[in-house]
């Protein structure tokens, strides 16, 4: 089965960290872009990080600085590392693959940042 599954949110306080990954089963991540994007209560999807298959990553305004995207190729994940969380970080965070006839979703993973 081709999906794609997030791991590790939870709840932390501000200025802490989390590790998020987002595991594949059926392709090999590597080979495609992955995106990480968030949702929080009455908010638009906000696209927050992007790495490449050649290995070029992008922020978005919010995150820059703070986040870091990475590949763990021999886990078949992409590993989103947030530092310095705040409050605003508050989110349901998913990651999605896209490439080659590929469009996937994970199901989400819930992050809450206590003040």
């Known amino acids: 089965q081709v999906k794609l599954v997030e791991f590790g949110g939870g709840l932390v306080q501000s200025g802490g960290s989390l590790r998020l990954s987002c595991a594949a089963s059926?392709?090999?991540?590597?080979?495609?872009?992955v995106r990480w994007y968030r949702q929080a209560p009455g908010k638009q999807r906000e696209l927050i990080a992007s790495?490449?298959?050649?290995?070029?990553?992008n922020y978005g305004d919010s995150v820059k600085g703070r986040f870091t995207i990475s590949r763990e190729n021999a886990k078949n994940a992409v590993i989103l590392q947030m530092n310095s969380l705040i409050p605003e970080d508050t989110a349901a965070y998913y990651c999605?693959?896209?490439?080659?006839?590929?469009?996937?979703w994970g199901q989400g993973t819930q992050v809450t940042v206590s003040s």
């Open positions: 790495l490449g298959s050649e290995g070029t990553t």
């Open positions: 999605n693959s896209l490439g080659a006839g590929v469009n996937l």
């Open positions: 059926g392709i090999t991540l590597k080979y495609y872009l």
